[in-house]
């Protein structure tokens, strides 16, 4: 049985490939129009699951001129502005959260997105419902370190899972199962001792995720909801 699933955003449950390319491409226009980015190395960084500063810095053509609050704070802004044109829901999400919601499963949302991006996107498909906002933790947050760092785990979502549960709310890792798309998110799931399901489906790179043998590998959200109906017994909760 499990206690809680982490979902990753960004290729897992929502499809933000355009969108986050889009947003990358505005902010070269601004900050370095003379530019050509180097499109198969970003590709290949966001199928890693790279975040922002490591992403700009790695494809920037002088890093020692990098200034990673301008770039990250100019591509966000870009982001919130252009995203909603290209940002959509994977086939079968509403169905997922409220399949894990009926069986009592917690659900939360670990990303190396910055959460206001996660949240608006939610609202905006009226999925917020399904995840207590405490429970989308992200870039940005007190404490938390991306992926594939598993540290956050223990310093800050099980405290946050604590809040919405209360203190006597005890989850251990081999009952958490981490639903993820690149190798930063089968690396954390490693890191923090839980099990791993792999969407092919995602940005990233089949390859090297398939080397790292995670216990589910899925092309479908609902097959997420296939394994959960099958291996965790129902514990109807109210929603929160």
Known sequence: MTD????DFDGTIFDTREAIQHAAKLTF???LPAYEIPYAKARRLMATGAGLPETFRALHPDPSTFDEEKWVSTYRFLYATHEEKFTRPFPGLREL?????ARGIRIAIVSNKAVPAI???LARTELLEFVPEMLIIGDEIPGFKRKPDGASFAEVLV???KAVYGEGF??????????????????YARNIGARVCWCRFGQGDKEECELLKADYAVDSLAEV???AAKEWLPQPMECR
């Open 4 to 7: 809680l699933i982490i979902l």
């Open 29 to 31: 226009t601004t900050l």
């Open 97 to 101: 959260l409220a399949g894990l919601h």
């Open 119 to 121: 949240k608006a996107a």
């Open 159 to 161: 405290p946050r899972l």
């Open 170 to 187: 005890e989850v251990e890792p081999g009952r958490v199962l981490m639903v993820g798309d690149t190798m930063a998110d089968l690396k």
């Open 225 to 227: 909801l296939e394994i």
